[in-house]
């Protein structure tokens, strides 16, 4: 079956320590996004590929980084320099960038605790 | 600059009552609009979208929204709620280059 799969579900880390979020997509799509969700605020954008090799800073990229070596992996890793990353964390996938009737399809999520 | 808002921040209804949730977007130019459902600690899933055409557009499990164009809405609507479709839900408009915009998402709880 196609999807978007998310690793692990729940992650637990202690204050200062880098994390790394997995997610893999076996849709054959061009671009991929992470979002990070909050409650009430619903989702905003961290960072998105386009293509492999080439990634843009969303509205929250500030101490997150990511890495699109292979067109179906995008992890996102959560650097000590985020200040409060405990969050709900959602990888997405769309087949084409830059085509508004794409549409965008969602892994699992992996809730990202920091303790 | 492109928006969406979503005015109810919680709805509950009964069971086999109608729902509809509303959905207001911002965006200069053609809007492609989308519904999606979270159940909790879930991703979301696509229930309906609309590109062109028919202005009601149907969806999964039951729904359906109205796009109109006068009022800048697309909003969400089904006849008979049932209890499993207490959830959150997020409106979103696609825009022509590199983001999709949501809304702040409704929270609906299904009394029985």
């Known amino acids: 079956d196609g999807g978007i799969t998310q690793s692990p579900k729940y992650l637990f880390r202690k204050e200062g320590q880098n994390v790394t979020l997995s997610c893999e997509q076996n849709l054959n799509h061009d671009a991929m996004y992470w979002y990070r969700q909050d409650p009430g605020q619903g989702l905003r954008l961290i960072y998105y590929s386009q293509i492999v090799n080439d990634f843009q800073k969303g509205d929250i990229a500030e101490g997150y980084s990511v890495s699109r070596e292979k067109k179906e992996s995008f992890p996102l890793t959560v650097t000590s320099a985020q200040k409060n990353p405990t969050a709900f964390y959602l990888c997405a996938s769309r087949r084409r960038q830059g085509v508004g009737t794409d549409t965008q399809y969602f892994g699992p999520g992996t809730r990202l605790t920091v303790l | 600059a492109q928006s969406v808002t979503q005015p109810d921040i919680h709805i509950t209804v009964s069971e086999g009552a109608s729902l509809e949730l509303r959905c207001n977007y911002s965006y200069g130019a053609t809007p492609y609009l989308f519904w999606y459902v979270q159940s909790p600690g879930q991703g979301l899933q696509l229930l309906l979208k609309?590109?062109?055409?028919?202005?009601l557009v149907q969806g999964i499990k039951g729904f359906e929204a109205e796009f109109k164009r006068s009022q800048s809405s697309f909003n969400l609507r089904k006849p008979s709620v049932h209890w499993s479709d207490a959830a959150e839900y997020f409106c979103a408009v696609g825009a022509s280059g590199n983001q999709f915009y949501f809304g702040t998402g409704t929270s609906l709880t299904v009394i029985p």
């Open positions: 609309y590109f062109s055409g028919d202005t």
